[in-house]
């Protein structure tokens, strides 16, 4: 699954990047730089590392998600917060949490874009 999604992440990824470099926010590069690492991390079969990247790219999207009014937050962040929820999700399971997965999995679809990947948090679920 996790060489499925490397193609579709890096994609996306690009994306994200593009867009969050607009924004011009003082920590993007640091935050980016921790995304790549859990995907390729990941990628490579370590999952417990990658869980660690992808949660530390979540908890700066939940921030930034709960910065403002939901209006005014930028799209952006909710993509990023779906895309990391993936991918912890994925590497709990690879682990045997299925019960934290589910959670994370759960957040993913409430708080970030849901319909990211083609809706793969709701498959996931």
Not at 12 to 35: C, G, K, N, V, Y
Not at 54 to 81: A, I, Q
Request: glycine share 6%; net charge negative; with cysteine.
């Amino acid at each position: 699954i996790m060489a499925q999604l490397g193609i579709k992440y890096t994609e996306m990824f690009q994306e994200i990047r593009t867009q969050i470099e607009q924004l011009q926010i003082p920590s993007a590069d640091s935050i980016l730089t921790a995304f790549e690492n859990s995907i390729n991390l990941a990628k490579d079969g370590d999952y417990k590392v990658s869980m660690q990247w992808s949660k530390v790219v979540e908890d700066w999207c939940w921030e930034r998600l709960h910065s403002g009014h939901w209006e005014n937050v930028p799209v952006v962040y909710r993509k990023l917060y779906a895309l990391a929820t993936v991918l912890r999700g994925l590497a709990l399971s690879y682990i045997g949490q299925y019960r934290e997965a589910l959670s994370v999995v759960d957040k993913g679809i409430l708080l970030g874009a849901a319909d990211v990947m083609n809706g793969i948090l709701y498959e996931m679920a």
